[in-house]
């Protein structure tokens, strides 16, 4: 609606749900400093309540999208994915104005989103990690190519030249990736007015290993005491076949004036970004990822079969510790002039340390690769908080951020590897 708030239409859009069978106990949507638009609750509210419950016949979906006979027909002749069906449906419904059922539900969406897909390429390049700018590309190539083969059926559906754009379909596929809800029977996912205004909260945090733990020195009492603690707190969706409503469940007890949080999975940064177009100043699930290409000149061939050795999922963590896999990398180097018996490969693989001389080796190989890859970027941390300052668009200011996360991992993997050096040679 031209001229109205953005706060205005998500009330409209809220009297328009309640109006049409949308049931909210306890909550309301409203204007919040982390997120932007959020919900809270209006009251106590206890473990297990259904806070939400969206009619069917108010979600947007494959299903509703096969209701419409064009489309319908169009499916049927064409091999498009749900995820294509669902995004010629939205667009379509988009010229509709006020003429769709939704059409208050579509007013209140965001108009740009930050998805890694929405970058340009010179955006991507701010990333300064291949593999990250690599993804940035991959993303925006993926979704042209879908682009390309819904085309012709975007120009059969709607007249308006601007919807039947890359761009329109960018913002139509962003609207999918970073709105909608879980549903078991497609793959797709609904749009579910009020239910995707919920901000997201992260699953409990890993046990981040201190280097005493790491190296064997402390036993793991302490690690299974935090694991038995941890619950995820964030609410959930689900569909509800048998009243035929969408659920939003509470996973806690809230209080009045609390903002209440969907808990959508276990993401880094990068993926955050890439699906949901932020990333989390405090992340406990983020990681540094290392290629093959980031440790060519420090993981040589070992007297260890490279079959039994990790090849992915080779990272430092969020507290500079190295991954389960990294580890086993690094101490098959440490190894490498070695002679290794049986039980000694059984406990390298096993990712528990063999001894301290190869232990020495493995973080004074990690110290180093750690240090080189800081060295790699063009731009140091402080030089970034410069940049950032002046960053001119939100996408800019995003990939500055992010690659100052990884920096800082880095970092830490430096002065974690420092510290495991000084406990194994004291």
Known sequence: MEGTTEEENMDAMVEWGLERGIVMEGIRPAMVEQGHRGIVAQEKLGIGQVILRVPKTMLMSVETARSDPDIQIIEEQAKLHSRQVLGLHLLKECTKGKHSPWFLYLQQLPRRYTLLAHFLPEE?????????????????????????????????????????????????????????????????????????????????????????????????????????????????????????????????????????????????????????????????????????????????????????????NLAVLINGCPSWNLAVLLRAQGLKHSRIPGSALEILLSGAPVSKESDALAFKLYVEICRCKLRSYPTTIEEDRELLRVAGSEKRALAISWRMHQKRMLMEGVNYGIKCLNLLLD
């Open 124 to 312: 991507c390049l701010e990333l300064q990690d291949d593999h990250a700018v690599n993804l940035c590309r991959q993303c925006r190539d993926i979704e042209r190519k879908n682009w390309k083969q819904v085309r012709p059926y975007l120009d059969q559906l709607i007249s308006n030249v601007k919807l039947r754009s890359f761009q329109a379909w960018l913002w139509a596929t962003a609207t999918l990736d970073s709105r909608t809800m879980f549903i078991e029977d497609d793959s797709a996912g609904v749009l579910t007015p009020i239910g995707d205004l919920f901000n997201y909260a992260p699953p409990p945090s890993p046990y981040l290993r201190t280097p005493e733990e790491f190296l064997g020195f402390n036993d793991d009492t302490k690690e299974k005491a935090y694991k038995s603690s941890q619950e995820n707190n964030a609410g959930y969706g689900t569909y509800d076949a048998q009243s035929k409503q969408y659920h939003i469940i509470t996973c806690s007890e809230y209080s009045k004036g609390d903002q209440i949080y969907l808990c959508y999975g276990k993401y880094t940064n990068l993926e955050l970004l890439q699906f949901y177009g932020f990333m989390m100043e405090k992340n406990e699930h983020d990681q540094h990822s290392l290629s093959s290409w980031d440790l060519r000149d420090y993981c040589e061939c070992t007297n260890i079969p490279s079959t039994h050795l990790p090849s992915t």
